[in-house]
């Protein structure tokens, strides 16, 4: 188990677990944008559109100095570990958070 305490096991974990819940997300995003379309129609679209501007421009003022990070090897016992623990994630809206 020391090798899981490694600032490169870390790092790779961390890297992979927000990669793996962002595309989670985005995967979520489009499914409930398609079922609003099939509800509402195409309309929604322009909605949409304007709410994904704001929330840019709002990252964009609170992180001023975000910049993407270079390119690095990772540790694969952390990536993999990473992605593993994004997919068994509860990140579905108004489930309650186990306990624990």
Same mark, same amino acid.
């Given at each position: 188990?020391?090798?899981?305490? #490694?600032?490169?096991?870390?790092?790779? !974990?961390?890297?992979?677990?927000?990669?793996?819940?962002? =595309?989670?997300?985005? =995967? #979520?995003?489009? #499914?409930?944008?398609?079922?609003?379309?099939?509800?509402?129609?195409?309309?929604?679209?322009?909605?949409? *559109?304007?709410? *994904?501007?704001?929330?840019?421009?709002? !990252?964009? =003022?609170? !992180?001023?100095?975000?910049?993407?990070?270079?390119?690095?090897?990772?540790?694969?016992?952390?990536?993999?570990?990473?992605?593993?623990?994004?997919?068994?994630?509860?990140?579905?809206?108004?489930? =309650?958070?186990?306990?624990?």
């Amino acid at each position: 188990m020391p090798r899981l305490r #490694t600032p490169s096991y870390r790092r790779a !974990f961390l890297l992979a677990y927000a990669y793996r819940i962002g =595309e989670r997300l985005q =995967e #979520t995003r489009r #499914t409930a944008a398609d079922a609003a379309a099939v509800q509402y129609g195409s309309s929604l679209e322009l909605v949409l *559109t304007a709410k *994904t501007r704001h929330v840019d421009a709002a !990252f964009e =003022e609170a !992180f001023p100095n975000a910049r993407a990070m270079p390119g690095r090897r990772l540790n694969a016992e952390g990536y993999h570990a990473g992605r593993a623990a994004a997919d068994r994630a509860q990140i579905a809206h108004g489930q =309650e958070l186990p306990r624990g």
